[in-house]
């Protein structure tokens, strides 16, 4: 028998995932499709917008990933076209067929309409976000420094974060810790310390996936490293100038967008039920209503167990993209394909240095001995040993040191005529 | 008696040296002005380019490496007007007075009067060039992997590096390793060693600043990499189609610059005599003609020393800066300046992976054993312990694996709207 064409569209978690199971296998041939050549460590993104670490230590290139897989073949291309009906894939790179497809082009983030306000406010999915983000915040000092208007001053050191989630927390925990300690000798003029983050949440409540008592306890933490935590609070608007908020304004240079993700654009095209966000409603094995050969995995998806859609995260996508995979073997060997069961590890959040909120089952870990917990779990999944090796190193360092390791204002424009600060 | 301010423009090696002089005496009170927020480890800049090494990895914040001097303040921005009269400088900063003056903005390359290169052949100055060739010569591979014609495909797989100096042959080597070694297995419808690596130099031989003895030796080491020296061969044009040798086309995705350098604009303010490069004849002592209050130092400056003029290498910056700041202090005391005599500690390129030429006085080391002293003092030189611990591991990394740490395709758009395949 011939082997089945498989083509995975994304190699995020759950693509890569899904690809590694496949690999192993010589009943199919795996084509792997992405906009980029590497895999993003999504979860330690905020660490490169905060100048943690560098991008090369939270991605690995597809390629070197999956070189070993015989069967595998990687390509670097953007899908604009799914024809569910010719079994092909179309881009810019040409007409990609397969006999069986998983798609997992997860999701980016959303104004929920408000496009504009991307300008103001970057939010934090790519490495190119992460990398403008940490451009922003470092030359917000910078220009603070260099300042003599007070008033001006006051809003280069006004830092605002919108969204109250994981990664909104992460990012004000980062920030309140680097004004209090990494930069507190680097400057003349101006006093670090005497920075302002907020963190803007329209819930009532910060990590609202989290318990109450986890909530709690992150919030005590951000006000321990100086973060004011708004919440119940409603953006209305954002500009070059600063965050209104119905009849309030807060004057900020740097605005961060963590407020709300949509899905990957290629769902539009699946034909199939979605919810409001655009999440596709799949079948319990993952496949697509209608279309056995199809499946898919990750963000996109919108999967309800036990009453309720399961969260959009790391874990979620790398056992569905395994699970797909397998789906696809058996629906090749002509097996019943098996229902997917999200198996909840636990979720955690760091905050600051040395400070985390963790939840394992009914269990709750806070403090130091969470975050130690955050560190392990997260360098345990970290792909590829080097990585690993370095973000170890970064972290041992900057512990001791309360250094940033990456504090580089890197410009947009290569050309010497564009060369000009900006 | 009031401490005397002196003003750093630029902090190279020269303005970093003498920045670090200047904080042990509190006669002076010291500003360092730079466009960037790091001092760039310069020799170590190709390796970026070539994927080997990460942008923070040869950088550093200048706040941070002079945040001990109580004496120093670190500026962020453009000088872009020098007033000698009025012991000024000016820009978007506002306005800076001096009592003493040091001038060490540097050399950028340069095309010769053909600026319209520079879109299709990037030089190598900048991080943001190192990470934009590096983008090129990823973005080479990717697509060549995905072409099906032929002919398309050999261009994207011919790689022309422009100019026979250290950093030419640095990166005309890195190219050739990558090709034969570090891509080997990782693609599937090209075959990585099929690349061409070409060398152009328009002189008679490569490293034209080494001797000839060493040059021959840099020559059997590239061509053992796969890589084509041209030597006596000068480029008449580059566009998006190759490169031009008089009658002669060679078809090339992929070209760098590395011919040529000019000294920084600010030169044609300081009202001095200059060479035809435009390089500042200064005093024996580093002072401008006329002017004992500023010095110049570093690439910028032409100075002849046994009727040679010095070359543009890190060892003579940092050696100037030093001198210049000891006469600034000297002439604040009231004492007599002295006159600047380089110390020659010798020079070295590397080539690939394990090769490099080295001379120490009349001392000449090949292969192996003068690649382990690049490594060694490439490494005691980068500033920052942590950096060098870096540097030290992501080579023995790289070493044992063949590997590549930052192969990262990194886009110059942050905005999703924007975050198209280009």
Redesign the interface.
């Known amino acids: 028998m011939a082997a089945k064409s498989v083509l995975i569209l994304g190699a995020g978690f759950a693509g890569l995932n899904a690809a590694r199971v496949l690999g192993k296998d010589s009943a199919v041939e795996v084509t792997v499709l992405d906009?980029?050549?590497?895999h993003l460590f999504q979860p330690l993104l905020y660490q490169v917008a905060m100048a943690g670490l560098?991008?090369?230590?939270i991605?690995s290139?597809i390629?070197?990933l999956l070189?070993?897989q015989k069967n595998t073949?990687?390509?670097?291309?953007?899908a604009e076209e799914i024809s569910l009906s010719e079994k092909k894939v179309k881009g810019?790179?040409?007409e990609l067929a397969y006999d069986y497809l998983l798609v997992a082009t997860g999701a980016?983030?959303s104004y929920f309409g408000h496009?504009e306000w991307?300008?103001y406010a970057?939010?934090l999915k790519?490495?190119?976000?992460a990398?403008?983000i940490r451009r922003r915040v470092?030359?917000a000092y910078?220009?603070a420094?260099?300042e003599?208007d007070p008033e001006k001053q006051k809003a280069f050191l006004t830092f605002v974060v919108i969204g109250g989630g994981p990664t909104g927390v992460e990012l004000a925990g980062a920030l309140g810790e680097i004004s209090r300690h990494t930069f507190r000798?680097?400057?003349?003029?101006i006093d670090p310390r005497r920075t302002r983050v907020v963190l803007i949440e329209a819930g009532a409540r910060i990590l609202a996936g989290f318990s109450a008592e986890s909530s709690a306890h992150a919030l005590r933490d951000l006000e321990k490293l100086g973060v004011g935590v708004w919440t119940s609070t409603r953006v209305t608007k954002v500009n070059a100038e600063g965050v209104a908020m119905g009849e309030e304004f807060l004057k900020a240079a740097t605005v961060i967008w963590a407020a709300g993700v949509q899905p990957s654009s290629l769902n539009a095209q699946l034909a199939a039920p979605a919810d409001k966000q655009g999440r596709v409603k799949v079948q319990p094995d993952l496949s697509l209503p209608g279309h056995p050969e199809v499946f898919v995995a990750g963000d996109q998806v919108l999967y309800e167990q036990d009453g309720k859609p399961l969260p959009g995260l790391a874990p979620v996508a790398m056992q569905q993209g395994r699970l797909a995979a397998h789906n696809i073997l058996r629906r090749i060997r002509g097996e019943e394909t098996q229902i997917f069961r999200y198996v909840d590890r636990g979720q955690m959040a760091t905050i600051g240095r040395s400070r985390a909120v963790a939840e394992v089952g009914r269990l709750r870990f806070y403090g130091f001995l969470a975050w130690l917990a955050w560190l392990f779990v997260h360098i345990y999944y970290l792909i590829g040993f080097?990585n690993r090796?370095?973000v170890i190193?970064q972290w041992v360092?900057a512990y001791m040191?309360y250094?940033r390791?990456?504090?580089?204002?890197?410009?947009?424009?290569?050309?010497?005529?564009e060369?000009?600060?900006k």
Chains 1, 2 share one sequence.
């Not at 906009?35 to 590497?38: A, D, E, P, Q, V």
């Not at 990456?406 to 005529?417: F, M, P, T």
């Open positions: 906009r980029r050549n590497y560098s991008p090369a230590e991605a290139p390629r070197s070189s070993k073949r990687v390509l670097l291309g953007t810019p790179f040409g980016q983030h496009e991307e300008d970057p939010g790519t490495l190119e976000q990398t403008e470092l030359m910078e220009l420094e260099r003599t000798k680097d400057f003349r003029r080097k090796l370095f190193v360092w040191a250094g390791g990456a504090r580089l204002i890197v410009h947009k424009a290569w050309k010497l005529r060369d000009r600060e």
